[in-house]
């Protein structure tokens, strides 16, 4: 049991990291952001030690030799740690050190890059940061091409093939949707009442809501930031974080149920297994399905909003003549934008398909660095019918590559998927679809719980979407869901 | 140079712990408590393995070799790590370990104890750890009895008996003044006028009067807990803490200027020494004195009055019919409470003085745990006039025993005395006593700054206060000022 104890003593270093990052991004005064790195680089080289040691493999061999398969988490959790021991001792200590240098750096230059709209100056880093990421692919190896090497390390087990064919299945039926919502929404799209909406009034709403859907403030809180994140600093310590806007009171607020979403996901993670994959999440791409599934598939319900809208008539005096109709078409508003992070639900996907190709083409080798402006801005015609008025906002809008995540766009497509699929799958249980239609969550939580939260990370993505629903991941689910929502 | 080296990992290390502490005390999720403790433990058993290793050690004796003295820094620094490496290695970790579970033990019981006013059951644990504090007196050696190896431990070559002359010279003038002060104000003591003093409002007065004083919010905050402190996080990071009642105002603001003068002192450490002795505060007692300074002969003077009354009238209406003469009065109230935390400015030091006496004959033998209460009582009769209602307001209402820290109450009083001393002699400086008695504190924060704050712990405290301010620790000045108050 010895390598458990590690995995334990792993999980403690990993919890403290968490809360110093946690604090970084809320409470840090200004002038101590300098040590804060220093603090970070200890904690997380101590990590690193511990689990690459000799003492961790000697420990995690002798389990395995004595695993007879009999307990299948037990079984499970050996399989992962082994994965996860093999993907960090299989790149050297140097390569590690390199890119850690050579992406401080590239985040320095993508800032400034992007202020100026300057690719060029962007293009040696990515460069230098491409080159690790194929050593690192070849390192870890990989059945078909580098980059299964890199999505493996966001979702693990799924084929660079795979993306590509659910991708290409969606393609055409999101194009016509979005056309569609787009279309609509420029006849007529209300805006939203003048603000302000006071801050202290939102926190209220956002919190009096997060604790309905499910949300455990014993064990969890929310605080503000610039960029908002959940994170978990230790068992039953979840904490999220949103940002204000006076001027629309959404903006917090589904900020909160996205967070809520993945939130809840860690508060129902087997909480003694804390640490062990048997506590974690499995994937960026099921964590994304429970934020978006509580954000889009309850938050932008209009069976949500009959229950809901009442209560934030109450907070806010200025919705009182703006009537249910208006405020859902404003929250199913969509609009063709050059920003991703803008995007709206009917057309966020295309901006990920657009990114997947480019990355899937760089790592091939098929686009060099130097064509990306041109690639992305062609590729953006395509989907949009419009080109992004300069690289900043195109080409140079997102920090992914600058941080070394090349592969981790398409979770954000696969979460919607999954949500969609995971949404369809608890309403054809009848006790969920009658509660939820009274926009009561209890029904649609619990069945999260036993059918996605309890697994921990001991099923791969596609096996625990095949169980929960009945059938492979596909973007039927989806697809229906905004046709239904948008068209 | 590679003691430094291992000596700024420690910082970092120290530093860590800081912020998981503070994270405890201020924001932690109330399920989250119980692997707090486990992340607390696992960075105290890292920073204890490294200050006592044998690296350490060895290079402690390379530097210690290559001394010359005549860094004079250097040589301070390395003779505190010396002193700090022979205290913690000199204790067995067996005796470590069973202090902290006898702790542990012992606070549980005395919460108990406490709520219930029995003395008898918390006895056994007080005797555990009067044994356990005598063993390590031994084991660190002491030049004329135990209780100098404890107080050592907080206020470095200090001895008992300086401590006890102080406190003999104290006494006498300290009593005439505290029965003056108490029947003074008796006879015409102000009530604040009636709440509420929204917190809102409390938390902009107190932020304002906080830098204008000097604590520095680039590189430090207040938040909000139930027992308020200080606490560096790393360099310029301090934070503050404080509690608010909304009955009365001055209860935050007190505590903020209490905390904010730990906290610039804190600052006002030489920050690229941060974890050497050179970057360090030196003792509680001189930590105290910024405390108390700042606290009651800074935001307990007219001066501080007759420039910030008109702001608090402008946050709080209801100040507007109550003039500064009243207010003032309110301020220098004083009356015999049996609770040392409630205690005001003219009877504090009498909790000390009575505390410290029973300790000192705990640890001599001549005082039975069994005969704590009656010996408490009596010596309280005797300061105080009356007996307290139960132990629970007698000799079982503070922590610090259970915490295993004996030794650990004069430093109030130290700090109180050294105040005193420290403000006199600044206001010696025709500059700062110009500034000071226009409420401008500059002056006196640079002379601080220069006199305290940039010796670190390069000084014995006693050599501190010498060359700060001309003569030895002497209770004259803080006699000469509580008589100027309060008669």
Redesign the interface.
């Known amino acids: 049991m010895r390598i458990f104890e590690l995995a334990r003593?792993q999980a403690?270093?990993a919890?403290?990291e968490a809360?110093?990052g946690w604090?970084q991004e809320t409470?840090?005064?200004?002038?101590?952001a300098?040590?804060?790195a220093?603090?970070l680089s200890?904690?997380s080289a101590?990590a690193h030690e511990l689990a690459t040691s000799s003492q961790w493999q000697c420990a995690l061999e002798a389990a395995e030799a004595a695993d007879t398969g009999a307990e299948v988490t037990r079984h499970a959790n050996l399989r992962e740690m082994r994965r996860a021991f093999d993907r960090a001792t299989k790149l050297p200590v140097a390569l590690v050190a390199r890119e850690a240098t050579a992406c401080s750096l590239a985040k320095h230059a993508w800032a400034e890059a992007r202020e100026r709209a300057d690719f060029a100056s962007f293009a040696p880093h990515l460069s230098g940061l491409l080159d690790i990421a194929r050593e690192k692919a070849e390192r870890w190896g990989y059945p078909d091409e580098p980059y299964d090497a890199l999505l493996d390390g966001y979702e693990r087990r799924t084929s660079t093939a795979a993306v590509a064919a659910l991708f290409d299945s969606l393609r055409p039926e999101l194009r016509r949707i979005a056309a569609c919502a787009v279309e609509v929404s420029a006849g007529h799209a209300p805006t939203l009442p003048p603000g302000p909406y006071p801050i202290g009034a939102q926190r209220r709403l956002n919190a009096q809501i997060a604790a309905d859907l499910g949300f455990?403030?014993?064990?969890?809180?929310i605080?503000t930031t610039t960029h908002p994140f959940c994170t978990t600093?230790?068992?039953?310590?979840?904490r999220l974080t949103t940002r204000y806007d006076e001027a629309d009171f959404t903006s917090s607020l589904f900020g909160v149920l996205h967070e809520a979403g993945h939130g809840m996901y860690e508060q129902g993670l087997p909480q003694a297994d804390?640490g062990l994959p048997s506590g974690s999440a499995v994937s960026l791409g099921i964590h994304e399905s429970q934020s978006r599934l509580w954000e889009n598939h309850v938050g932008r319900s209009r069976a949500f909003w009959l229950r809901w809208y009442p209560a934030a008539q109450q907070c806010f005096p200025q919705l009182a003549g703006f009537p249910l109709e208006n405020f859902l078409r404003f929250l199913w508003r969509a609009a063709f934008s050059p920003v991703r992070v803008e995007a709206d639900e009917a057309t966020y996907d295309l901006h990920i398909l657009l990114r997947f190709g480019i990355e899937r083409q760089l790592l091939n080798g098929s686009l060099a660095v130097a064509d990306i402006p041109a690639a992305w801005n062609d590729a953006f015609r395509d989907l949009f019918g419009f080109t992004p008025a300069d690289d900043r906002q195109g080409c140079l809008q997102d920090i992914h590559w600058a941080m070394g995540g090349l592969g981790y766009f398409p979770t954000y497509s696969l979460g919607n998927i999954n949500a969609a699929q995971l949404h369809a799958a608890a309403c054809r249980d009848p006790l969920v679809a009658a509660a939820t239609a009274q926009a009561d969550y209890g029904p649609l939580l619990a069945w999260l719980r036993r059918s996605v939260h309890a697994h921990g990370a001991t099923l791969d993505p596609a096996d625990l979407i095949a169980q929960a629903t009945g059938s492979p991941p596909s973007p039927t689910d989806y697809l229906a869901h905004l046709q239904a929502r948008y068209v």
């Open positions: 003593e403690v270093i919890s403290v809360v110093i604090d409470y840090l005064p200004p002038a101590a300098t040590y804060r220093a603090q200890w904690l101590k455990d403030f014993q064990a969890g809180r605080d600093l230790g068992p039953r310590d979840v804390f």
